[in-house]
């Protein structure tokens, strides 16, 4: 429980590792990935889809964060209080997507080894499961979880800011198009909503919250800041790796195929930018295999007291499993991209159902929701919906 002296602000304890751990489940190999692809696809107007994205998340984010930590519950156990059973469905849709995902950010580490290494993609997935799981194990896993994400999520926004110097974007055309478009894709939005907070990584930073004691009204200014924090963090990683890979493109950059990201960070600054690519793959890859897992069996707990009791095997039997559907499957490039858009639609549905859990004064001890929050989701939860339908067309056409 939490006591009366431990008061988390922003910059400091829980509550930043909080925002940290959201950002960085969402700043995994799907994320470099799509952000360089749809930049490539987009250009400029890229920077619009990220401008529509912020705003969504923070609709997403804002309530999804108040409303299960002033109720008190987890997504899964506030959604079951609902409606018997819909929380169940709710943790399964979450945890597949979350598997999907983290065989994606299993693939990632290992090629980061690769880069780093030489070694192959297999090996070096083997090695960073065993780290993941070392970390899991070696100490408390909230204090692990506030720390390792502080830490890392740093590394890497610092080295791809880097980057984005060494590229020499055209920032002013990019800023203009952000606001401006002259192309706007719903697929692309979908995706990179869905790979920012959907699925688990909109429960990832709420239920580490929950976790540590901070709930009810008291703590509500505490989780406005760790939700906007971790929203913030996200996007400012975002914004620096379209900057860079505008910059590199305008400037004559080809991209590889099958590792765009790569492309970006050997343009801009030769072998030295190739193996900070190494170093900022890795890291973005290890803090998503340990956001993806936690979360991903902070919802299981549901099912069973016993694996709330053995959190830690759970944790590593997901990041054991993961390991090895990449190792012998293979190549996940359009995992990370068919995940991702997955979890968008995952998004409204998970949404929806906390929104409507928030009308019920027997879940919410006596909490009424500011309407213009509850505007702001269901505003979120239709364009979402919409715009999943309407990618899906498109990807069956």
């Not at 994400?149 to 791809?160: A, E, H």
């Not at 790979?195 to 990832?204: D, P």
Request: positive net charge; glycine residues 10%; contains cysteine.
């Amino acid at each position: 429980m939490r006591s009366g002296k431990f008061k988390p602000t922003l910059f400091s304890g829980v509550g930043l590792g909080a925002a940290f751990l959201m950002a960085n489940s969402s700043i995994g190999p799907g994320f470099l990935t799509q952000t360089t692809v749809f930049t490539q696809q987009l250009l400029y107007s890229f920077g619009f889809v990220i401008l529509v994205s912020l705003l969504l998340d923070i609709g997403a984010q804002l309530n999804t964060w108040r409303i299960l930590t002033i109720s008190e519950l987890r997504a899964q156990d506030l959604a079951n209080r609902l409606l018997p059973g819909l929380g169940y469905l709710l943790s399964v849709l979450v945890i597949l997507g979350g598997f999907a995902f983290n065989i994606g950010n299993i693939a990632g580490c290992g090629l980061g080894v690769n880069v780093l290494t030489g070694l192959s993609f297999q090996h070096g997935a083997i090695i960073s499961c065993v780290a993941a799981l070392v970390l899991f194990w070696i100490r408390e896993i909230g204090k692990m979880l506030d720390h390792f994400t502080k830490i890392v999520g740093s590394i890497k926004i610092l080295l791809t800011l880097f980057i984005a110097f060494s590229a020499h974007p055209p920032l002013l055309q990019a800023i203009h198009r952000t606001f401006i478009p002259e192309t706007i894709s719903s697929q692309a939005i979908v995706t990179i909503v869905g790979g920012t907070v959907g699925g688990y990584i909109t429960f990832s930073g709420a239920h580490r919250l929950l976790d540590a004691g901070i709930k009810g009204k008291e703590s509500m200014q505490e989780v406005n800041r760790s939700a906007m924090s971790g929203i913030i963090i996200s996007g400012l990683m975002r914004f620096i790796l379209f900057l860079a890979t505008v910059g590199v493109l305008v400037h004559g950059a080809v991209l590889e195929h099958d590792n765009p990201p790569a492309g970006v960070f050997r343009f801009a600054a030769g072998e030295f930018g190739y193996r900070v690519f190494g170093v900022v793959l890795w890291s973005a890859a290890i803090s998503s295999v340990i956001g993806a897992a936690y979360t991903s069996v902070s919802f299981m707990k549901t099912f069973h007291p016993l694996l709330a009791k053995y959190e830690r095997l759970c944790i590593s039997i997901f990041i054991l499993l993961s390991t090895a559907v990449f190792v012998f499957i293979g190549k996940p490039r359009q995992l990370l991209l068919f995940a991702g858009a997955i979890n968008g639609f995952i998004l409204p549905l998970a949404l929806a159902i906390i929104l409507v859990a928030v009308t019920r004064k027997r879940l919410m001890n006596g909490y009424r929701h500011p309407l213009w929050m509850q505007a702001a989701g269901w505003l979120v939860v239709l364009a979402m919906g919409w715009m999943s339908v309407d990618a899906f067309i498109s990807w069956v056409r």
